[in-house]
């Protein structure tokens, strides 16, 4: 099943999406980081560029010819899936592909509509049975 992971709190939530998508890749795991719109994905794309300060994160877009080999998919289109591993969840809604990941990541700001987005996010998963891990970073920046 499904393991289901909030971080909230947040205070950079773009930030905290590289820093997250690098840990996975230190796990070479994969990740798909599913973003609302064209301008998030060109955003979240640039600071994977940035992200260490002296490399990148090897990334590209779910249509691209190397998108298979790619170790960190980010979109703001969910299909093709081209691995299960780990998804970020950027939306306000739960992605209906969900289940097919093994980790599937929330991550809440710190403002009113996010938070409130969030809990029926919580919610959805929690009322189908799923896992659900918390992890304040207002305490551990």
């Known amino acids: 099943m ?3 992971d909030f971080y909230i709190h947040v ?7 590289c820093t997250l998508a690098s840990k ?3 796990r070479s795991m994969r990740v798909l980081i599913l973003t609302p719109d064209p301008q998030t994905t060109d955003h979240v794309d640039k600071l994977l560029w940035m992200q260490p300060a002296i ?3 090897p990334h590209c877009r779910s249509q691209h010819r190397l998108a298979a080999v790619t170790p ?6 969910a299909e093709p899936i081209v691995h299960e591993q780990v998804l970020i969840n950027l939306n306000t809604e739960c992605p209906a592909l969900f289940s097919r990941f093994e980790r599937v990541i929330e991550i809440v700001g ?3 509509a996010d938070r409130d ?4 996010r919580y919610r959805f998963y929690r009322d189908r049975g799923y896992e659900i891990r918390n992890h304040d970073l207002s305490r551990n920046p």
């Open 117 to 120: 987005a969030a809990r029926g």
């Open 110 to 112: 710190t403002d009113e």
């Open 24 to 26: 996975a890749l230190a």
């Open 55 to 57: 490399g990148f994160l």
């Open 11 to 17: 205070q950079d939530k773009l930030q905290t999406v």
């Open 72 to 77: 960190i998919i980010v979109d703001h289109v």
């Open 2 to 4: 499904t393991q289901v």
